[in-house]
């Protein structure tokens, strides 16, 4: 939370300190006109602008009433203090301590001669009263009785209108309380014109009214919030709270409300007390569900107890009875409000988000209880501020849960910001992928392709195979079934025949050590005996291993080592002889094979020393390869009637495989090049490395 929202709470806590004092000040602009020995002098007061409170000193006469006309005002009687109840006059019998019994109050009151009307504010009296004015009865409330049977307690406010006339006036009130554990008079009697105290009575009916609707309509406004979001609790509690306090003021104070409700005396005093019981616990359960980590559920558990005990008091109790235990009750709420200012402390002490906030209306609205508790124990305070203190808190709670919605908007713009980041790439992955999937799909066609080709090497590979096998058995047989049977009978004709069968004997023989061989280079199961070899040693050896078969066909015949700023003798190759020599072979006998007298073979060797390889190149002007079969050529089972993928010409499909099992096995690499009638280039490289010449 940013810092300047943390001066917000203690503006708003001044603001209504400030409304507060107001409250407090009197309406009077003349705030010390006071009652003295029951005699009020109000001839100066502008009293058609701005009533008075009579306050001050009046006349009380214990257990004496007019009605019962035993009651003389000039007998015995003592000044006690108006507003106060009657529990706290000491000149009185000791039974007025518990708040019964019943009394006679009389102030005599002067004011500015005149022909015009004055009214008479007369405020909630527990639990009965009767009012006289120059000796006219003018209202009630409840039956004045003697004792409990004879009286009926009723709590009602009333405007009294009279004739001011000469300003000499004699207000009488009889007071009785046999149900209640406070007696007497102890709220303001308000005496001005007839506009201005009903300006006063507007202004406070308003003052409940608006306090009671805002209670209600926001307490019924966070129980919905409850049921739409279960997970947010407090809203409940919070919402509970709000109803109790709302129903508190229907039946405190003035209870203008009441007048228009069924309600009786007894019912008012239950439902002021059940709020006392359960409002504690609401308020903490709040505290708790809004910061669980720092509230207490043990204390939880321990409220609960409590006030359900205290509710059912209420219940089953009459008024007299757990009225005379309001300490019982100030004592609950005071202990659950400390429970729940040291919980937000621990959460502002651990930087909970919007927890100073709680804090200040917590402690507003604990305030605005400690003086309705001061007032009802008549030490000091102004009556009624709980529902004040509550409203504060409530905007306290407003300013939360508009800061939670804006937070939570605030996340929403970023989810939804991300959402259309994610969005956009999630385009562009799509694309991506589609193009991955395109290449993917080109990919597995021509695996696809190059199986199906793989396949149809293979099967003809195998017939090949078979043709070459059979081919020769095939004439051997023949043969021998013709010298069985004496159709060669001549000793030279059948040692013709005879060469023939060990002719196509020695070809089954090669055919079968090539497919052997390259099972065996294909499972790395072949031994390679490498040596170090000197490249112009090398080349000599392979010249006059070749030379003589070569030229003898009529083909000329050229190996040599090609110009290279390196002198050959300091060249040297990790090689098996054996196997490059079978190597070579397969290559040079295959281009034989497809060339004609005239034609040349070239074998050349160039070493780079860039590369730090040898170059090695078999050049022929034979017929050529065609450009078709020049990719697969070195493939296992590639087999072309034109192709040079044979060993010595045996056609057997598998003689290049072989020769690039073992380039690839001394880490070197084998590529062809050719023109279809005018030759082929065959090109081996192979790491080389240079050293000193040995002398």
């Known amino acids: 939370m940013h810092r300047s929202f943390l001066y917000i709470p203690f503006a708003a806590a001044l603001l209504v300190l400030l409304v507060l004092q107001g409250c407090a000040a009197p309406l009077s602009g003349k705030p010390y006109q006071h009652a003295v020995q029951g005699e009020m002098d109000l001839r100066d007061a502008d009293l058609e602008r701005e009533p008075v409170k009579l306050q001050g000193e009046w006349r009380f006469y214990p257990y004496r009433l007019l009605e019962s006309q035993s009651l003389s005002l000039d007998e015995l009687y003592q000044h006690v203090e108006v507003p106060g109840s009657w529990n706290s006059y000491l000149e009185t019998n000791s039974s007025f301590k518990s708040g019964l019994g019943y009394g006679t109050y009389v102030l005599r009151f002067q004011t500015h001669p005149g022909d015009y009307i004055l009214s008479l504010r007369v405020p909630n009296i527990s639990s009965s009263y009767k009012l006289w004015i120059d000796g006219k009865p003018m209202a009630f409330g409840g039956v004045v009785g003697t004792d409990k049977a004879s009286s009926e307690p009723d709590q009602l406010r009333d405007i009294v209108p009279f004739y001011n006339g000469d300003g000499e006036h004699e207000l009488i009130v009889e007071v009785s309380n046999f149900f209640h554990r406070r007696g007497g008079i102890w709220t303001d009697f308000y005496l001005g014109g007839v506009d201005a105290v009903n300006d006063i009575q507007t202004i406070e009916a308003a003052e409940q009214m608006g306090l009671f609707g805002s209670l209600f309509m926001i307490g019924f406004y966070h129980i919905g919030l409850f049921v739409l979001r279960r997970q947010e609790r407090f809203t409940l509690y919070f919402g509970l709270l709000c109803l109790l306090i709302a129903l508190r003021i229907v039946v405190v104070g003035d209870v203008f409300i009441m007048q228009w409700l069924p309600v009786s005396w007894e019912t008012s005093h239950k439902i002021e007390y059940i709020s ?11 505290v708790y569900f809004l910061f669980p980590a720092d509230a207490s559920k043990r204390i939880v558990r321990l409220l609960a107890v409590g006030s359900s005990l205290l509710f059912l008091f209420v219940l089953l109790a009459p008024v007299e009875t757990f009225s005379r235990q309001l300490w019982l009750f100030q004592s609950f709420v005071i202990m659950t409000g400390l429970f729940a200012l040291i919980a937000l402390v621990l959460s502002v002490k651990r930087r909970r988000a919007g927890s100073l906030i709680v804090l200040t209306g917590m402690f507003v609205f604990i305030l605005s209880v400690i003086n309705d508790v001061s007032f009802y124990n008549e030490w000091f305070g102004i009556s009624d501020m709980i529902p004040a203190g509550l409203f504060f808190f409530i905007m306290m709670q407003a300013f939360i849960i508009s800061n939670r919605f804006s937070h939570a908007l605030h996340k929403v713009e970023e989810v939804s910001d991300e959402l259309k980041s994610l969005n956009l790439q999630l385009e562009e992955r799509i694309a991506e992928r589609t193009q991955e999937l395109l290449q993917t799909n080109e990919a597995l066609e021509k695996s696809y392709e190059e199986l199906e080709r793989q396949e149809g090497s293979r099967r003809r590979l195998l017939t090949n195979i078979s043709h070459d096998l059979r081919t020769p058995m095939t004439l051997i047989q023949g043969y021998l079934e013709a010298m069985q049977d004496g159709v060669i009978k001549d000793r030279q004709e059948q040692e013709h025949y005879v060469r023939i069968m060990l002719d196509k004997l020695n070809g089954l023989n090669r055919l079968i050590s090539d497919l052997f061989e390259l099972s065996k280079l294909e499972a790395g199961q072949v031994s390679f005996h490498h040596n170090l070899v000197r490249l112009d040693d090398w080349v000599e050896q392979l010249r006059g291993y070749y030379m003589v078969d070569i030229e003898g066909r009529d083909i000329r015949f050229r190996c040599e080592l090609l110009d290279t700023s390196t ?39 160039r070493y780079d020393q860039q590369q730090a390889t040898v170059e090695v190149k078999v050049a022929d002007t034979g017929s050529g390869i065609p450009q078709e079969d020049l990719p697969h050529i070195f493939e296992r089972f590639y087999k072309n009637d034109k192709s040079r993928n044979s060993a010595q010409g045996s056609g057997s499909g598998i003689g290049l495989a072989i020769v690039k099992e073992i380039i690839d096995a001394h880490r070197g690499s084998i590529a062809a090049e050719s023109i279809l009638g005018a030759g082929s280039v065959f090109t081996i490289t192979l790491p080389a490395e240079v050293k000193e010449v040995l002398k």
């Open 567 to 605: 002198q050959p003798s300091a060249v040297w190759l990790w090689i098996d002889e054996f196997r490059m020599k079978q190597t070579l072979s397969n290559l040079v006998y295959n281009a034989l094979t497809h060339m004609s007298p005239d034609d040349e073979l070239a074998l050349t060797f």
């Open 276 to 286: 006392f019981s359960l409002s504690p616990l609401f308020g903490y359960l709040y």
